[in-house]
T-cell receptor, first 113, second 112 residues
């Protein structure tokens, strides 16, 4: 089955700086790569996603890049703000279909004022 | 408002007891999922259902059971066979082949 590795587990950045979180996946047939943001005591919320036929996608301060050859994808957050502090999860959906996502272990992003 | 409702928010289980976590959605999604989240860990798939009256085991199904009698509802029972049930349980749904999951707010299960 699919295996997703996520790094780093904790990331602390100064407010206004950029943050980058990286993930690798094992199944070359995986075709969908979402990123979720989870605040304490709440369920994860989808913030951006990318499909395997696209190399990069942006939404305001958030961007995701995908390198299919290397089997890795990254989340980029620019001009970080205090409300960006949360746990971020990457995930991948294998080529087998709509049978759920495989998640990374999460990155705790801390924005220092 | 459309969404996924999980209840209760907090649940306590006694030794040898079965407990059931509720998950209801009004998004008209066909597929529903249960994930378990442990501190510092990612989300692990317990069970999923792509259609009414059908469900499949995920990666960690042992000690859990589900039913899908209605499209809107996908309850999860944590049985006494699950020896380490303390965790945060998340229900999700998705539509079609999009793969996009929409999550509920979760249930924290603890053992007394």
């Amino acid at each position: 089955g699919e295996n997703v590795e996520q790094h780093p587990s904790t990331l602390s950045v100064q407010e206004g700086d950029s943050a980058v979180i990286k993930c690798t996946y094992s199944d070359s047939a995986s075709n969908y790569f979402p990123w979720y943001k989870q605040e304490l005591g709440k369920g994860p919320q989808l913030i951006i996603d990318i499909r395997s036929n696209v190399g990069e996608k942006k939404d305001q301060r958030i961007a995701v890049t995908l390198n299919k050859t290397a089997k890795h994808f990254s989340l980029h957050i620019t001009e970080t703000q205090p409300e960006d502090s949360a746990v971020y999860f990457c995930a991948a959906r294998g080529g087998g279909g709509a049978d759920g996502l495989t998640f990374g272990k999460g990155t705790h992003l801390i924005i220092q004022p | 408002d459309g969404g996924i409702t999980q209840s209760p928010k907090y649940l306590f289980r006694k030794e040898g007891q079965n407990v059931t976590l509720s998950c209801e959605q009004n998004l008209n999604h066909d597929a529903m999922y249960w994930y378990r989240q442990d501190p510092g860990q990612g989300l692990r798939l317990i069970y999923y259902s792509q259609i009414v009256n059908d469900f499949q085991k995920g990666d960690i199904a042992e000690g859990y059971s589900v039913s899908r009698e209605k499209k809107e509802s996908f309850p999860l029972t944590v049985t006494s066979a699950q020896k380490n049930p303390t965790a945060f349980y998340l229900c999700a749904s998705s539509v079609g082949e999009s793969g996009k999951l929409f999550f509920g707010s979760g249930t924290q299960l603890s053992v007394l």
